[in-house]
């Protein structure tokens, strides 16, 4: 008799599959194609919730899923963390290394993924976007610290070809579409292959066009409240920003590209993170 794989899903929406819509109130995602992928008998074990911090995982989630003992376990986390005014990398950081140290003390194999740049897809003011765009970063440079140091396989959504085209993305351009998440359930599958899980290939669906008054719609009802939302909590280090450039504008005039990795305080300037800094404004 085969033996029966475990593979657990911990984190936030992302991982638990909105943008993918199943039936009512119940989302597929790319975890729930990787299940379907893989050759032996399974359980399969999604405790993900969207709006998770990274606390709420640790704490919560991970509990959860640690009785049933996963053989794969997907943790996917950090895009609540960043859009919070107090948003702390070196906290997102401590957090992640705990759950990846229990998993990893039980052997289950990690599967972690990079936020994808999400001002290549919503439009929005520059000061916000270059705010926005530091926090992702900074959450990618812990999730890729934390990967390397346990071993989790890691996708770096950004490197998928043609990832930024909008038929991969949900109508709120945060979180993939059922395209989206079918290409990444199949990045995964070829990660754990390379691991020696055999699986059979994701079967990749088109996405149907959606027309522009159901976007108009949607931005109206969910989008817009959403981005207000944000908004005010990313002020503060928005405002920041509007002060570093109007003081380099004043007296750095020649020296303002040896600043630009200037953020704002609260994290930029900490000594104590085994990660780099945020040094990366633009993204290729």
């Not at 405790?47 to 919560?60: C, D, F, I, Q, T």
């Not at 085209?165 to 993939?176: A, C, Q, S, T, Y």
């Not at 599958?189 to 027309?211: H, T, V």
Request: net charge positive.
């Amino acid at each position: 008799m085969q033996e029966i794989t475990t593979f657990a899903v911990i984190g936030d929406s992302a991982a638990s599959g909105v943008g993918d819509p199943l039936a009512e109130s119940i989302n597929a995602g790319w975890a729930y194609y990787l299940a379907k992928s893989i050759n032996s008998p399974l359980v399969y074990i999604n405790a993900a919730r969207p709006g998770a911090k990274s606390k709420e995982v640790l704490e919560n989630q991970l509990p959860k899923v640690l009785i049933h003992k996963p053989n794969i376990c997907g943790v996917i986390v950090g895009g609540n963390d960043l859009l919070r005014n107090d948003f702390n990398p070196g906290k997102l950081h401590q957090n992640l290394r705990e759950v990846l140290a229990e998993l990893k003390s039980i052997g289950a194999t990690p599967l972690m993924l990079e936020i994808h740049d999400p001002t290549r897809v919503v439009p929005m003011p520059k000061l916000l976007a270059q705010v926005l765009r530091r926090r992702v970063n900074a959450v990618n440079d812990v999730t890729r610290s934390v990967a390397n140091e346990y071993g989790a396989m890691l996708v770096n959504t950004r490197k998928i070809p043609n990832i930024y085209n909008l038929e991969n993305w949900h109508i709120d351009r945060m979180h993939p579409s059922k395209l989206g998440h079918q290409r990444l359930a199949e990045e995964f599958r070829k990660s754990l292959l390379r691991l020696g899980w055999q699986s059979e290939p994701i079967q990749i669906e088109k996405s149907l066009q959606r027309n522009k008054k159901d976007s108009l719609i949607w931005l109206a009802k969910n989008g817009t409240p959403w981005f207000f939302k944000r908004s005010l909590d990313l002020l503060p280090a928005a405002l920041y920003l509007m002060a570093v450039e109007f003081v380099q504008a004043k007296f750095f005039r020649r020296n303002t590209m040896e600043n630009e990795n200037l953020a704002f305080g609260k994290f930029t300037h900490s000594q104590d993170l085994e990660f780099p800094q945020l040094e990366e404004l633009r993204v290729s």
